[in-house]
């Protein structure tokens, strides 16, 4: 079994918690993103609370462990590993609990590149242990606002993962799955499900807007969230996501693979 004290070494030495590579300038520029109710900052959350900017950074320093004082306003961001590990205890504390009644679950990444290992390690032991990994929507087309403009992506399934791919992706060589924050995909895939009489997911497992779009239509959701995704955290605080675990979501792949095997050996799932 993977311990707390060997992860936590892990955490630090990937910078997926510590020093991380997310800077002070985009965290803050969040923030004030976040408090004047930018919809490319909410991510699908609609906060019921007034968040203004000293909020978030309240919120961020008791969450994530980000330094509280607002004169610090360049650099590079922190995350205690501490927070990191108590939050991944409760994230395998869901899962194990969803895998013990082996009840229907939906998965999905807007950071397909660096996250989908992670995600689809536990899609394969929740299959294992009986839990129907849902897969609505497959192909369906998401237009979704990118700093582009309108684009029309695709919604598709990778190893029980759901994605969005622009319909030009998908080349030889390349990661599938495009980067995204929108709730979009995750409110397709939800509607779709329903209108096809069920199953509906009694767990949601992602990031970014897979997370605060199916948390804020008052489905189960845990994921993880970078210093830079508030939503997530003010989503926890108002009761609309479960468990959001503060952890960088934009290191290599390889990083997240000790992630996959402690929550596993807490969930009671490991092989």
Request: hydrophobic share 45%.
């Amino acid at each position: 079994m993977l311990t707390a004290a060997r992860l936590r070494a892990h955490l630090v030495a990937a910078r997926l918690a510590g020093v991380v590579a997310t800077s002070r300038e985009d965290s803050l520029r969040s923030y004030r993103l976040f408090a004047a109710r930018d919809p490319r900052v909410l991510i699908g959350i609609d906060p019921e609370g007034a968040w203004g900017v000293r909020d978030l950074l309240g919120l961020m320093a008791e969450k994530c462990g980000v330094s509280a004082d607002l004169r610090y306003i360049s650099g590079l961001d922190v995350i205690d590993p501490e927070r990191t590990l108590a939050a991944l205890d409760v994230f395998a504390g869901r899962i194990r609990e969803v895998a013990r009644r082996g009840a229907p679950v939906l998965l999905g990444t807007g950071h397909p590149r660096p996250l989908l290992g992670f995600y689809a390690g536990l899609a394969d032991a929740l299959s294992a242990a009986g839990c129907e990994v849902l897969t609505p929507a497959q192909g369906r087309c998401v237009d979704i606002l990118t700093r582009f403009g309108l684009r029309t992506h695709r919604l598709d399934y990778v190893r029980g993962v759901a994605l969005v791919r622009e319909p030009a992706s998908g080349r030889p060589g390349r990661e599938p799955g495009a980067h995204s924050h929108s709730p979009l995909p995750v409110r397709v895939a939800l509607d779709a499900a329903a209108e096809a009489g069920g199953p509906l997911p009694e767990l949601v497992v992602g990031d970014h807007g897979w997370v605060c779009g199916a948390g804020q239509l008052g489905f189960e959701a845990i994921g993880l969230a970078d210093t830079d995704d508030p939503a997530l955290f003010v989503g926890e605080a108002e009761g609309r996501v479960s468990v959001a675990v503060p952890v960088d979501d934009a290191v290599r792949s390889a990083h997240y693979r000790p992630l996959i095997r402690y929550v596993l050996d807490r969930a009671c799932l490991s092989r």
